[in-house]
């Protein structure tokens, strides 16, 4: 048995899957299952897999599905995981050379350390400079990945590499009519039980596609309300100041507009809070989502 999943989902994205192969057949360790899970690409995406696997350099597998969006494809990538570690690599990302050799390296750190989820680095540019021009600081060595994000303001460009029996516990929500729910909602619960291990070698690059999740975060907001509402409906519950709290309200509550169910406010952790907030909530609709159709 290999030691990590490399999961890759992809929509339509035959156009970059060969450089992100090209890097996995490039890496100094081959302990690793390439799987691909194909949420329903209709780009001749599967014999472009067929002739990666034919090639017979790395283990490759390969699931097609019908289309449910990023986070079904994770869900199911958790079901049929066996591997001790996973870790996410986008169709439009690709490794450093060593990257695979590094998380083993890493793992032997932390796998007897129960509290520890497993690595945390933030994602790489093509010169290996930290995204966004922010890593990690030097001297912290153990941490949550909330803490990372909102108290030390590490922008969310993350390599996250897990403990399958930890991760595979927390599955994504699935709503009738919907496909996405933010990323972070799994990740909020693991952080209440558990740290990561940072580290800071250059492992992952990121190049973004202009139709990509990232840069289409409003519009998958207004496709999706009912995803985006549970996610503030628990951002409420671990708010840790007033201040994230009340952001948080405002923002339920233009979940619960955008999904056309106000009376869902009376669902949420602080219901008094979330009334008072209504108002600019509305207001938060308004300015930063009636631009965008469904």
């Known amino acids: 048995m290999k030691l990590i999943t490399v999961f890759t989902p992809t929509y339509n994205r035959k156009k970059t899957l060969r450089k992100c192969y090209e890097s996995l057949i490039a890496q100094t360790s081959n302990n690793f299952i390439w799987q691909i899970i194909d949420d329903g690409s209709t780009d001749n995406t599967e014999e472009l897999v067929t002739s990666f696997i034919n090639e017979g350099v790395i283990e490759i597998s390969y699931i097609k599905k019908p289309n449910g969006g990023k986070v079904s494809a994770i869900n199911m990538s958790l079901d049929v995981t066996e591997t001790e570690l996973w870790v996410c690599l986008d169709s439009d990302d690709y490794f450093f050379p060593k990257a695979i050799e590094t998380y083993e390296r890493l793992y032997d750190e932390i796998k007897d350390k129960p509290e520890i989820c497993g690595l945390f680095s933030v994602r790489s540019n093509p010169d290996r400079s930290p995204m966004m021009g922010c890593d990690v600081p030097t001297e912290i060595v153990f941490e949550t990945q909330f803490n990372l994000r909102y108290k030390y303001k590490v922008e969310p460009e993350y390599v996250q590499v897990y403990k399958t029996a930890i991760v595979n516990q927390y599955k994504y929500p699935l709503f009738e009519g919907e496909k996405y729910v933010p990323l972070s909602y799994t990740q909020d619960q693991i952080d209440q039980k558990y740290k990561f291990l940072i580290f800071h070698e250059p492992t992952m690059v990121c190049e973004y ?21 549970e996610f503030k409906r628990q951002q409420i519950e671990i708010a840790p100041n007033f201040a994230f709290k009340l952001k948080a309200c405002i923002t339920y509550d233009t979940g619960c507009i955008l999904s056309g169910n106000k009376i869902g406010v009376l669902r949420s952790p602080n219901v008094f809070l979330t009334i008072l907030c209504f108002p600019l909530g509305w207001l938060d609709c308004k300015l930063r989502y009636s631009n965008f159709k469904k």
Do not use: S
């Open 209 to 229: 596609q202009a139709d990509g999740i990232t840069k289409n975060q409003k519009r998958l907001v207004k496709k999706n309300p009912k995803g985006y509402t």
